[in-house]
């Protein structure tokens, strides 16, 4: 594991940071608060207490983590008179998808800019999945090879009422919704303590959101190189945005034991923690974010601890692993 950042912050004695959020424009796009799981048969199989939090379940375009971002950041291009949204992704974004979904419930054009950065391709890949979910919320596809031809395509599409979301959504203002997301974890959790949260780590906002919330140790695992520079990075915008120091982040550490090949590319732990948390909660996982952390999971638990894991979303991405899919399942 590799500890990124440097100092310890003041805390309530519930673990959280007091954040007034209230000053922000903010436009309802998920189910909150989404629902803190016990899981008991899961727990039993690893030797330790593990809650998961469902951000998988609730609002618009089946829900996700990435809606938490989104109540921020269209609220804000929404007060500046946008009517399109520009945004990033890899072909199979759950930022992607949920961006269209809460575009088509704002009424604002949706422009994905997708590049090629997983090395899959198929009817599976290309067609199903997410994409058939972008298409079918009414969003414009443009597919790139690099992130040089992303970037020409979204400065050509920009107009003077756009508003060009980064990839994941982790703009200053979207980490936001994951600082709103650990004062409503710290009010399910009420009294009850827990040793660390685990969250998968993309483009760093999840992590900064949270780490900006609370105290409570966070476990970020890397489903793509530099977490720790994508999370510190976040963090900064955020708290720019909060008017606040630079924050330092002692609690939050990075865990890149089930990176594998990259991002994207699920290795055998992978299917084996979907599995798992299949057979024992009724839970799903996918197998780009959650399944990784959850590989990570499995592996680095301590006995008798308690954990929180995040449960991010991006269950529609599975579809695109056909035939994969179908024959790990079986297993």
Not at 298 to 313: A, C, K, L, Q, Y
Request: proline residues 4%; aromatic residues 4%.
């Amino acid at each position: 594991m590799v500890r990124i950042a440097r100092v310890a912050v003041r805390t309530t004695q519930r673990q959280t940071r007091r954040v007034d959020l209230s000053t922000f424009h903010r436009v309802p796009l998920g189910t909150w608060p989404t629902p803190l799981d016990t899981c008991p048969r899961l727990s039993a199989a690893l030797g330790a207490t593990v809650l998961v939090k469902r951000d998988d379940v609730g609002g618009v375009g089946l829900g996700g983590s990435k809606l938490r971002k989104l109540e921020f950041t269209l609220a804000a291009a929404l007060a500046a008179g946008a009517d399109t949204i520009i945004t990033f992704g890899g072909v199979q974004t759950n930022h992607g998808r949920l961006t269209a979904a809460a575009c088509a419930r704002l009424g604002l054009r949706c422009e994905l800019v997708l590049t090629r950065s997983v090395p899959r391709s198929g009817f599976a890949y290309d067609r199903s999945g997410n994409v058939a979910l972008d298409r079918l919320f009414g969003a414009r596809l443009h597919l790139c090879d690099t992130d040089e031809e992303a970037d020409y395509t979204a400065g050509a599409l920009a107009t003077a009422t756009s508003v060009t979301l980064p990839v994941g959504g982790s703009s200053g203002l979207g980490v936001l919704g994951y600082v709103a997301a650990a004062q409503e974890l710290t009010e399910q959790l009420d009294d009850r303590v827990v040793d660390r949260i685990v969250c998968a780590a993309g483009s760093g906002g999840t992590a900064a959101g949270l780490a900006l919330g609370t105290e409570t140790p966070i476990t970020a695992v890397s489903v793509s190189p530099g977490s720790a520079r994508k999370i510190d990075r976040a963090a900064r915008l955020a708290a720019k945005e909060l008017d606040v120091d630079p924050p330092k982040l002692d609690h939050v550490s990075v865990d890149e034991s089930a990176l594998g090949e990259g991002y994207g590319v699920p290795t055998d732990e992978v299917w084996s923690a979907l599995r798992l948390f299949a057979r024992t909660e009724g839970i799903v996982l996918d197998l780009v974010y959650t399944g990784k952390a959850a590989a990570a999971l499995v592996s680095g638990i301590r006995p008798g601890e308690t954990v929180v894991f995040m449960h991010t979303g991006g269950v529609p991405a599975n579809f695109a692993y056909a035939p994969e899919l179908v024959a790990e399942a079986a297993r």
